[in-house]
Nanobody, 115 residues
Framework: QVQLVESGGGLVQPGGSLRLSCAAS????????MSWYRQAPGKERELVAF????????NYDDSVKGRFTISRDNAKNTVYLQMNRLKPEDTAVYHC????????WGQGTQVTVSS
């Protein structure tokens, strides 16, 4: 039973920061790359960040590059997304995702950036 549970979302002012967490269970976490996606109302779901099994390689969408950092703690079975200098256009539901013979998605956590 693969399970992903996101937390850490909330309401923040432009320029602020949030750290999202995704707690994973039901699979050997350290053996799988992890991703963060987001979906804003009326928009397509987009890949935000990707991280390899050890965290040695990361990739980011251009819209968040330099502001967001994906990381993982394999001992805690958790992947993080540190979001700095947030903008209103970052407002979305953020989901973590893993492919274990198929895609598994967390329930999502809402991030709202507004003054």
């Amino acid at each position: 039973q693969v399970q992903l549970v996101e937390s850490g979302g909330g309401l923040v002012q432009p320029g602020g920061s949030l750290r999202l967490s995704c707690a994973a269970s039901g699979f050997t976490f350290s053996s799988y790359p992890m991703s963060w996606y987001r979906q804003a109302p009326g928009k397509e779901r987009e890949l935000v960040a990707f991280i390899t099994t050890t965290g040695g390689t990361t990739n980011y969408d251009d819209s968040v590059k330099g502001r967001f950092t994906i990381s993982r703690d394999n001992a805690k079975n958790t992947v993080y997304l540190q979001m700095n200098r947030l903008k209103p256009e970052d407002t979305a539901v953020y989901h973590c995702k893993v492919w274990v013979r198929r895609d598994y998605w967390g329930q999502g956590t809402q991030v709202t950036v507004s003054s």
